[in-house]
């Protein structure tokens, strides 16, 4: 099993004037690396489909691949003996992100998914070196780290390193109030939990939305915290207060850290409140059923604000990953119909945006909007014979006690 851990560093002034510079040559290294694959990119690259029986072709480059940029460190050292101060798995640790962005650019990624095309790092835009394979577990002394080239630095060790687990890598990141060190954790022996098959009482179904964070099937409601509206007000005079600065300026260097800390901030809320939310649902020790929304559709609506202060893409990466380690399973299910079908009898009730009652006139069952939408994607996690026969049953459906509205 693989984890991280993040903490928070205390660096002396030269310190961190030294991993600013380091940051700055990695940048730099970045963007060298890039441009020369772009180069053979660009040189290489033919829309012809046909030519004639004369021609000239010319010679074919070399394909800079991990391996060949990485013998050429040699050559960059000597031209520029700054980079002898870096460590050399730093150094070959940025070819390996050049490598990783372009190949998914061209061919996508295990899924066939690709990115967009790589950008130049600008000057303050790469924020973190890694130390790959350099980190022993006496490396880590009380509240002290040994980095290669650069000695001990000072970390708050806020939670102990759990007991079992292999320090693989390491991570300095800059953000706008400190530096960090990611440590990446593996541990061979723990089991492979096998979760028991999903059934209507070991899952638990949650519909999200933008009224409450999560709706479950028992109608239990978590409210939405919305930290980015609230900050809004405070965004906003940060965000004017720098159009106002020069640019090259102090001054307008130090509004752009103030607007950084501000998004930083909100962004560490919002993750904290997914953190514990996770927490608290798979505490019950149940599976957890959730809808398979389309977020960057949604993003594109006039909902996009509420949407991307809900983070739901995010919270539902975290409910996978927390209920994976518990033993348990996340499983998404198809939303077509949770709202509309009633999760009584399974005929469909069609309904506004605007409509929050669910009313079935069929069998009676009244209910919230989303408490039937949690049920339906209850239902159809485990595979509930309502949503297989669509209402056909034989046994009248009980008519539930109708609630107010809140």
């Known amino acids: 099993m693989r984890t991280a851990y993040q903490h928070r560093l205390r660096l002396t002034t030269a310190q961190e004037a030294t991993i600013d510079g380091w940051l700055e040559l990695c940048r730099r290294q970045y963007n060298y690396r890039l441009a020369e694959r772009f180069n053979w990119w660009e040189q290489n690259r033919c829309d012809v489909n046909a030519c004639p029986l004369i021609c000239y072709l010319p010679e074919l480059k070399e394909n800079p691949d991990f391996y060949s940029q990485k013998r050429d460190l040699v050559n960059s050292k000597k031209l520029f003996p700054d980079y002898k101060e870096l460590p050399s798995h730093t150094l070959q640790d940025v070819i390996a992100r ?157 509004a752009v850290k103030r607007v950084a800390r501000l998004h930083l901030k909100v962004a560490n809320q919002r993750k904290d409140f997914h953190y514990k939310t996770a927490k608290q649902l798979l505490n019950k020790g149940k599976n957890i059923g959730h809808e398979t929304l389309n977020i960057k559709g949604l993003a594109k609506t006039r909902m996009s604000k509420s949407v991307n202060d809900a983070g739901w893409g995010t919270f539902l990466k975290i409910l996978e990953i927390k209920a994976e380690r518990a033993g348990l399973l996340a499983i998404p299910v198809n939303p077509n119909g949770t709202t509309q079908d009633c999760s009584s009898c399974g005929v469909k009730v069609p309904k506004t945006l605007a409509d929050r009652w669910h009313s079935c006139p069929e069998c009676g069952c009244e209910l919230d909007r989303d408490h039937n939408a949690a049920i339906n994607i209850k239902q159809r996690a485990v595979g509930h014979p309502v949503q297989a026969l669509r209402g056909d049953r034989n046994t009248e459906p009980v008519k539930r006690e109708a609630r107010a509205i809140a």
């Open 98 to 254: 050049v490598g990783k962005t372009f190949d998914r650019w061209l061919s996508g990624d295990g899924n066939g998914k690709r990115s967009g095309k790589p950008r130049f790092k600008g000057r303050g835009r790469f924020r973190s070196i890694g130390f790959p394979d350099l980190i022993k577990p006496d490396h880590i002394d009380g509240h002290f780290i040994q980095l290669p080239k650069i000695g001990k630095i000072k970390l708050i060790l806020h939670r102990p390193l759990p007991d079992g687990f292999k320090v693989k890598t390491a991570a300095i990141v800059k953000k706008a109030d400190g530096y960090y060190v990611t440590l990446s954790l593996q541990d061979s022996s723990v089991p492979v939990l096998s979760p028991d098959l999903p059934t209507m009482d070991n899952t638990i179904g949650i519909d999200l939305g933008l009224k409450a964070f999560l709706v479950d099937d028992a109608g239990a409601e978590v409210a939405i915290p919305q930290f980015y509206r609230k900050a809004q007000q405070r965004l906003k005079r940060a965000q004017r207060s720098l159009s106002r600065k020069k640019k090259g300026s102090n001054r307008r260097r130090k």
